[in-house]
């Protein structure tokens, strides 16, 4: 028998799957020449409102497009710069287990709630966009296949705390005329002044109601603000209101407190968008035995571990329903695993105006919105295209004064103290 060694092999498999879709792309022939491919940078940004986007260059020519959360841009933006920069350079970008778990655990110590997790998410997100563009393929297809071409998402309007009932109103019943079928009201509370107006919080709600009508889905976030007797109370209020998501009600990390509330409501509890990785998730799980788990993929150390979360929810027939307020990158993102691991048709958050957003004018891909869903991107990878100023001139007129692209890496000067008790002063 004729043998062939492992590597032609790979080369004449890939050549027949791709001759038959019509010949390699460079991407895909670079790959099957010696099949690896290498990293050659990381290039964070810093863009107008925040936004942290990240690209992976590859020695084949070929880009990633990541995005972190913006809740720490800047700090993201520097941690990719300085940490992982330097461990990714060099890396099969294919090899994303591996990528993610060497990023991650030589980083750990920088904390593994928020930026840490939040930078990785970047880098992550742009690996599978790379894989993607390898392979031609959009990204739910490599995640397992889409269960629906298009999925169903709800206006997240905020700032409820701060705003009147009939204002919130006014904003609910204009995403119903664009064709939303479901809204979520946040408060934005958050944990320190828990049960600040409660009684506004149900007028509010009811206002909404009534503007929307029964037949729009109401979800109810109220970002940390109640004590868990005040949790047990409105959750059973908001009931007649039809109320069908009840996201926050307690402070983040008590998980005690979740559990009672659970335990003493019918409105399915949500939460998880400050959970960060599996082991935080199976701790939400095991211990505040919420209903419906919230991973955000720009802050959940991306897909790869998104992935795994999505197998706790099942593992433990949880509800999937991730947080994602992002326009752009994590709108597309969020397409694509909710797509192939949300079970059942729930509606999936999006910002407000998400739609509106300028960030949109950096690509020349646009999000197809009709009847209430999205349309999940079938482009290679994420499905997003940069427009033709990619990609400095794109990106640096999005990008403010104060928050330019952080320039390349360089070495950082270490500090040497005159003595030790320089350290202290
Ligand atoms: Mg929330």
Redesign the pocket.
Known sequence: MHQLSRQAFLQSAVAVAAGAAGGLTPALAAWAADQTLRVTALEPYVLQGGRCFVLVRTDAGITGLGEASPMNSVAAAKLIETAFAPLLKDMNPLDIERCWEKLYYRTYKQGVMGLQPEALAAIDIALWDILGKVTEMPLHQLLGGKRRDSVRVYASIGGGAHATPAEMAKRAEQAAVEGFTAVKV?MDYGPVTPDADVEKDLEMLREVRKAIGPEVELKY?V?NGYSVPTAIRVGKMIEELGVVHY??PVAQTDYAGYAQVVEAVDVPVAAG?HEYTRWQFRDLIDQAHVDILQPDLVKCAGISEAVKIATLASTHHKLLCP?QTQPTIGTAANLHFTSVFVQNDMAQELAENALKSPLHEMFTTRFEFSGGRLTVPNGPGLGLELGRAYPRGCFRSMATPAARPISPIRPIRPITPRSPLDILS
């Open positions: 946040r976030d970002n996201e926050e968008e947080h």
